[in-house]
């Protein structure tokens, strides 16, 4: 959709791309037959982003920066959304989901703060970041 601003995508363990919709607030799939299927997220301002395939077979996602939210998405379109904890806009304003060879889902913060989110349950840890780390937006 015009002005949806794709921002990531990823392969996804059915072989479709998975991509986040920025701005129109959705989780896209594409086959390779070029069928498109969008997923709306449960709030208005969930702006996703840093898509990745986590060793659950989920696709992994942020929400921020309004929501500060890790969630992930099955194949099968069911939704899942863990709160950071941390209040407030820009507070935490998740960016990038990675699998860790742990088996959790890490993510950056562009508060300057890399999290981890054991799979094994729904907590969500933050570990500070010492160095003058940044994600993509930011300089080092």
Same mark, same amino acid.
């Given at each position: 959709?015009?002005?949806?601003?794709?921002?990531?995508?990823?392969?996804?363990?059915?072989?479709?791309?998975? =991509?986040?919709?920025?701005?129109?607030? $959705? !989780?896209? $799939? !594409?086959?390779?037959?070029?069928? !498109?299927?969008?997923?709306?997220?449960?709030?208005?301002?969930?702006?996703?982003?840093?898509?990745?395939?986590?060793?659950?077979?989920? #696709?992994?996602?942020?929400?921020?920066?309004? $929501?500060?939210?890790?969630?992930?998405?099955?194949?099968?379109?069911?939704?899942? %959304?863990?709160? #950071?904890? *941390?209040?407030?806009? =820009?507070?935490?304003?998740?960016?990038? *989901?990675?699998?860790?060879?742990?088996?959790?889902?890490? =993510?950056? %913060? %562009?508060?300057?703060?890399?999290?981890?989110?054991?799979?094994?349950?729904?907590?969500?840890?933050?570990?500070?970041?010492?160095?003058? #780390?940044?994600?993509?937006?930011?300089? $080092?």
């Amino acid at each position: 959709e015009a002005g949806s601003y794709p921002t990531s995508m990823v392969v996804g363990p059915d072989k479709a791309l998975w =991509f986040t919709e920025f701005i129109s607030n $959705r !989780i896209g $799939r !594409i086959d390779m037959q070029g069928n !498109i299927t969008e997923y709306s997220l449960s709030s208005a301002v969930g702006y996703p982003s840093g898509i990745s395939v986590g060793p659950d077979g989920k #696709l992994w996602f942020t929400e921020g920066p309004v $929501r500060n939210i890790v969630a992930s998405i099955s194949t099968n379109g069911q939704l899942t %959304e863990y709160a #950071l904890g *941390t209040e407030g806009p =820009f507070s935490a304003n998740p960016a990038w *989901t990675a699998a860790g060879p742990d088996g959790a889902i890490w =993510f950056t %913060e %562009e508060i300057g703060s890399i999290g981890r989110m054991p799979l094994a349950g729904s907590t969500l840890t933050d570990t500070a970041v010492t160095s003058e #780390l940044r994600t993509h937006h930011g300089a $080092r």
